[in-house]
Nanobody, 126 residues
Framework: QVQLVESGGGLVQAGGSLRLSCAASGRTFSSYAVGWFRQAPGKEREYVAA????????YYIDSVKGRFTISRDNAKNTVYLQMNSLKPEDTAVYYC???????????????????WGQGTQVTVSS
């Protein structure tokens, strides 16, 4: 069992940057595949970025490639989403998710995540 808590959201102007953090507790995080999702009002949830347990495999949705970077610090049991060049269409609640996948080099599909955080709001003004 692992608990995930996101932080770092807020209000930023278009073109600005934010770094979201997802802190895990309850179990060593290094063997977990992790992902970031977002959901804007009235829209379906989007699978924004993901990283395999080793960090060797990455995924980004096309709309954030070149602007967002997923990373992890296993010593701190934390996953990050660095978001640069933010656009109003990036406005959403952002969630992190994780699944225990020791030794399995895989980018999970969106429905394969077992643990979810409560979300953090990101608002980008034009």
């Amino acid at each position: 069992q692992v608990q995930l808590v996101e932080s770092g959201g807020g209000l930023v102007q278009a073109g600005g940057s934010l770094r979201l953090s997802c802190a895990a507790s309850g179990r060593t995080f290094s063997s977990y595949a992790v992902g970031w999702f977002r959901q804007a009002p009235g829209k379906e949830r989007e699978y924004v970025a993901a990283m395999s347990w080793s960090g060797g495999s990455l995924y980004y949705i096309d709309s954030v490639k070149g602007r967002f970077t997923i990373s992890r610090d296993n010593a701190k049991n934390t996953v990050y989403l660095q978001m640069n060049s933010l656009k109003p269409e990036d406005t959403a609640v952002y969630y992190c998710a994780a699944t225990y996948t020791p030794g399995v080099e895989v980018i999970l599909r969106d429905h394969e995540y077992d643990y979810w955080g409560q979300g953090t709001q990101v608002t980008v003004s034009s």
